[in-house]
């Protein structure tokens, strides 16, 4: 009897060790398992990972390339710009200036001609002054005293001849931060569109206040012309010949040829709103 119970109790100390073993076996197939499924997801997330630093590289040599592109292609816009300017101070400036010399000792000469030669001096001079003011827009002389001075002259002189308040908001900083991408043209660039985008307000917005923020955040400049004017129903299409659309469309092509963004709110009656935003850093 002692026998048969020793004989069991052995056999359920076997079962259990065997059962303790099974157990073991399968909680360290199971840990490997899940190591092993571990392993894999995260060889895969280093794959993953590595893919899309490689990506992230190639997006941004990319856009260094198209931004020093850009700068390139501006850079030749410039000098033809230059060259325009001198050609027509020197050479056009000089004709229209003996013209009028010519025409005063013509009417001295003959005082019966007198008041022809008068009207068409008038014209002389008037062309004269725009041939000038031709010549400063392709080389503007604002900002040889830097991108500060520029805006806050442009904003004078836009609010002395409309009529129409503006207000800046721009921190320090905003402005210096052209400054490492001066070769680039950022500087020339905001003034030219701040300029055309207060050139669309005087002639189409009907405006009785503009408001003008300038910004820098995170590698970008960041420019906002907002008016309280009559606004548009939708952005213009290519289609529409209007003054106004050709003026944001050149805005559009020079804002995305220096990798910018370029966006465009407005409402009936509810003014309009233009965001434009410049890279920085990835014009070094």
């Known amino acids: 009897m002692e026998t048969a119970a020793l004989l069991f109790e052995t056999e359920l100390l076997v079962a259990g060790l065997c059962l303790l073993a099974g157990l073991s076996l399968f909680m360290y197939w199971r840990q490997r398992h899940q190591y092993m499924a571990l392993h894999r997801l995260q060889a895969r997330l280093g794959r993953e990972r590595a893919t899309r630093e490689q990506a992230e ?3 941004a040599d990319t856009r260094r390339q198209v931004c020093h592109l850009s700068a390139s292609q501006q850079s ?4 033809e710009r230059r060259r ?13 200036l003996t013209l009028g010399l010519e025409l005063r000792a013509l009417g001295a000469s003959q005082p019966a001609l007198g008041e022809i030669v008068d009207r ?4 002389v001079q008037h062309t004269l002054r725009a041939m000038r003011c031709v010549v400063r827009d392709l080389q503007p002389e604002a900002l040889e005293n830097g991108l500060e001075a520029a805006v806050n002259g442009q904003l004078a002189q836009f609010s002395r001849l409309s009529g129409i308040p503006c207000q800046l908001d721009a921190r320090p900083d905003a402005f210096t931060a052209a400054q ?21 307000i005087a002639r189409h917005a009907h405006a009785t206040q503009v408001s003008v923020a300038i910004a820098r955040a995170a590698g970008r400049l960041d ?8 606004g548009c129903q939708q952005s213009p299409q290519p289609a529409d010949r209007t003054g106004a659309s050709t003026g ?10 220096a990798g910018g963004r370029f966006d465009v709110a407005s409402a009936p009656g509810q003014g309009t709103a233009l965001t434009m935003s410049l890279p920085l850093t990835t014009l070094h």
């Open 57 to 59: 590289q190639a997006l």
């Open 248 to 257: 944001l469309r050149g805005i559009a092509e020079r804002v995305a040829e």
């Open 120 to 123: 068409i001096d008038g014209h």
């Open 180 to 200: 490492d991408c001066r070769d680039a043209g950022v500087d020339k660039m905001v003034y030219r569109i701040l300029q055309e985008s207060l050139s669309n």
């Open 76 to 79: 030749l816009r410039d000098a």
């Open 84 to 96: 325009i300017a001198r050609d027509l101070h020197d050479d056009l400036g000089q004709h229209l």
């Open 223 to 230: 420019l906002t012309v907002q008016d309280n004017g009559v």
